[in-house]
């Protein structure tokens, strides 16, 4: 869509649009009417088709991986998936302008006139449907470099709120330069981490060897180990007086007050680590001043995450590459991340038994480090993942699959084993978008595509069980609850659901006639939901 031309509005259309000018905040601004539309924006529903040939692992799935274009994929996702994603990390295309960022199936150059509001555009659509995902204590990591980092701040901030931004790490993905470079030489990428909401307000990573180095026990105190902190505020007495009072020292009988600054802590915190005995007046215990025992335990598990993370803590794109290339003999991903870079964002933001999404999958690097960490924790819940990548084909590529042929395959091969490496386990099914015109959902959508929902709705995986009663009546049960979906409500299948809803607990029966199944099962302790509507509603409005 052109730029209007001015001269030719109506003095109504001219102050419409300085109004919506003035209600714009101070925030960031990109050409949403000049650029070419995005084909990929559209308001059909969309289905997922399981592709069993191409899934890996036994028995129930409890991993996705999804082909599709994520703008798709996100949508669909939102009918099981609304605020129950704890963690997503996406590595979205750079815009560099060296053939990286794919727009309606041709890549965006450099000198194209609306490169950085194509992308913004992009990268808005998918943001806004992504943030409804999250869990309410879930936080968002986009990786990014030099190029569209102020942008994406921006972005950001007018996406999931300026309130909730929680860092923008520097990672050294490698660690030498190159003279090449005529002025300076980048050896960083950021990662921009955000919050859904202020319901997350505590993030640790886990201890390390040398974090732990610094805790040592000189004096033999019975509660372990402990390292030493000042006791002394950098606040000076005159701008903290309400932290000014005399300490004694217990071994020398001298009262000490520091000559020029406040101490830490409040009088009443104070006393209370005399009375615990954690003040510490050095080895032979006439120290001028005190300091604070501090114990690991009694200080909480876990560190402070830091917002710079060197190359020898969580690997280079270099060693991404390696990795790649003992599964597949070759190098089949441009500049893949290193598993222990998704590791150190998955430590600090997820708990066993979380749900992760990466909707830019690229090569599967985030579902090789949730196996990787649910294999070296195996008593622990396992960490879930959702992947969702395109096939990447374009004019000069129409067959070429990017999720097939090296997403989905490196993750299977993660799972079994390749070369000396053993498998992680695990399993994953393997999903296709396919949209449906709203207007014909009724007409069009498969009983295979509304189980497969209701099983991610109320399950979260799929199970490996085939339906009852000639395909006719799908059913699954736990102790917590059943679910069940007859596709046709016949006097037999009506006496089969009657049979295997006798024993069950917290029954659900979503039905294409609720009002007749209603008739002829009355009862408070089923619920009795309408197909397709209950997906049509979940999947909700474009955004």
């Not at 986009?142 to 709120?161: A, P, R, T, W, Y």
């Not at 069940?484 to 917290?506: C, G, M, S, V, W």
């Amino acid at each position: 869509m052109a730029r209007p031309n001015y001269r030719d509005l109506t003095h109504e259309q001219l102050v419409s649009l300085l109004e919506a000018r003035d209600r714009k905040k101070f925030g960031l601004v990109w050409e949403r009417d000049a650029i070419e539309h995005d084909r990929a924006l559209n308001s059909d529903f969309v289905a997922l088709d399981e592709v069993p040939e191409l899934a890996a692992g036994e028995g129930a799935k409890e991993n996705l991986i999804i082909e599709g274009d994520n703008f798709d994929a996100l949508r669909a996702l939102r009918v099981a998936y609304a605020g129950k994603v704890k963690c997503i990390y996406i590595d979205p295309p750079y815009n560099t302008g060296n053939r990286d960022f794919v727009y309606n199936d041709r890549f965006v150059d450099k000198d194209h006139n609306w490169r950085h509001s194509l992308w913004l555009e992009f990268m808005f659509q998918r943001l806004t449907l992504a943030r409804d995902l999250l869990a309410q204590d879930g936080a968002i990591f986009v990786s990014i470099d030099d190029n569209e980092i102020f942008h994406l701040g921006l972005l950001m901030n007018e996406v999931f709120g300026e309130d909730n931004f929680l860092a923008a790490i520097a990672w050294e993905k490698r660690y030498t330069r190159s003279n090449n470079a005529k002025m300076f030489y980048s050896v960083k990428d950021t990662i921009l981490a955000y919050r859904c909401g202020s319901a997350l307000n505590f993030l640790r990573e886990p201890r390390t060897d040398k974090s732990d180095a610094i805790y040592k026990n000189p004096d033999k105190d019975s509660r372990g180990v402990w390292t030493s902190a000042s006791y002394v505020n950098p606040a000076t007495k005159a701008e903290r007086p309400n932290l000014v009072y005399p300490i004694t020292n217990p071994n020398t009988g001298e009262i000490v007050e520091h000559p020029t600054h406040a101490w830490k802590f409040a009088l009443e915190t104070h006393e209370e680590h005399v009375v615990e005995k954690r003040l510490w007046w050095g080895k032979e215990g006439k120290a001028k001043l005190p300091r604070l025992k501090v114990f690991p335990k009694k200080e909480g598990a876990g560190l402070v995450p830091i917002d710079i993370w060197k190359h020898d803590e969580t690997g280079t794109t270099d060693d991404g590459g390696l990795e790649l290339k003992k599964i597949f003999g070759y190098a089949a991903f441009t500049n893949p991340k290193p598993t222990r870079l998704i590791e150190r964002i998955l430590q600090i933001a997820t708990n066993p038994g979380d749900l992760v999404l990466d909707f830019f999958a690229g090569s599967g690097t985030t579902a090789h480090a949730v196996l990787k960490m649910n294999a070296a924790n195996p008593d622990a819940e396992p960490r879930r993942f959702i992947l969702v990548s395109n096939t990447e084909a374009t004019v000069e590529e129409p067959e070429k699959n990017l999720c097939r042929d090296v997403c989905r395959q490196r993750v299977a091969n993660v799972i079994s084993g390749y070369g000396d490496v053993p498998g992680t386990g695990g399993s994953f099914a393997y999903l296709r978008t396919r949209r449906i015109p709203l207007t014909r959902v009724v007409r069009r959508i498969e009983h295979a595509q509304v189980w497969l929902f209701l099983q991610l709705m109320h399950y979260g995986d799929l199970a490996a069980d085939a339906p009852l009663a000639s395909g006719r009546l799908h059913a699954r049960r736990t102790p917590e609850q059943s679910v069940f979906y007859p596709t046709t409500l016949t006097e037999a299948i009506l006496q089969r659901l009657d049979k295997e809803r006798a024993h069950a607990a917290n029954v659900t029966i979503y039905t294409w006639q609720p009002e007749a199944l209603a008739t002829l099962m009355e009862s408070p302790e089923i619920s009795i939901l309408p197909i397709p509507q209950t997906l049509i509603d979940r999947f909700g409005p474009r955004p």
